[in-house]
């Protein structure tokens, strides 16, 4: 018996990007975008599902509004439930925000072109869309040539106030995630060495 599982899209990041001509997070079953307080729009946590499927939003709204039976008085739950939806004040700051998301794509999309411009005159690698894509640069990040040259660069920039952060750490390598079966993750050990997270937020 073959079991097919939905394709559900991780896209947290990347609401504004696409690929193809299409909106990353619109390619499976269901998408997820985050509203983290870190996010070009933020409501300080939560996110939204996304999905053309009329069965699979029912049923996700279902669950996630703690799987309460409508009626009029009655508080019947047919199965476990959770409560995962944003407050309404929460969702206000959203939809505020997505008012301006042309503005907050265009900013970040402005900087992005000043640190590219930047990065190619003083011969740093900056890391740009791919072809075929268009990024909402979320988050700009620059490669450099090993990890002692990125150790450096972080603590000059932080220690004159800027703040940079190295991409995350490999999972492997926390304590709670240290015996976990992986390949040589040669490519993400590379990318750990190299990639530093450079200043991204909308300007004023």
Not at 121 to 129: A, C, S, T, Y
């Amino acid at each position: 018996m073959n079991i097919i599982f939905p394709s559900l899209k991780d896209s947290a990041e990347s609401l504004g990007s696409y690929f193809k001509g299409q909106h990353t997070g619109t390619f499976g079953l269901a998408g997820i975008l985050s509203y983290n307080g870190n996010k070009t729009i933020t409501t300080g946590g939560g996110g939204m599902i996304i999905t053309n499927d009329e069965v699979f939003a029912k049923r996700a709204k279902h669950i996630t509004t703690t799987a309460k039976v409508p009626h009029p008085w009655e508080y019947y739950h047919d199965e476990i439930g959770y409560n995962y939806r944003l407050t309404n004040v929460s969702a206000a700051i959203g939809v505020a925000q997505m008012e301006n998301i042309t503005v907050y794509l265009a900013n970040k999309r402005e900087m992005a072109e000043k640190y590219y411009e930047f990065c190619q005159q003083n011969g740093i690698e900056f890391v740009n869309e791919p072809n075929g894509s268009r990024s909402n640069f979320w988050l700009n990040a620059i490669a450099l040539k090993d990890r002692r040259e990125r150790n450096e660069f972080l603590e000059y920039s932080n220690n004159n106030g800027v703040m940079t952060r190295p991409i995350w750490r490999l999972m492997n390598k926390l304590e709670m995630f240290k015996d976990c079966q992986t390949d040589e993750l040669k490519n993400a050990q590379w990318l750990e060495d190299r990639i530093v997270n450079i200043p991204s937020s909308v300007r004023l």
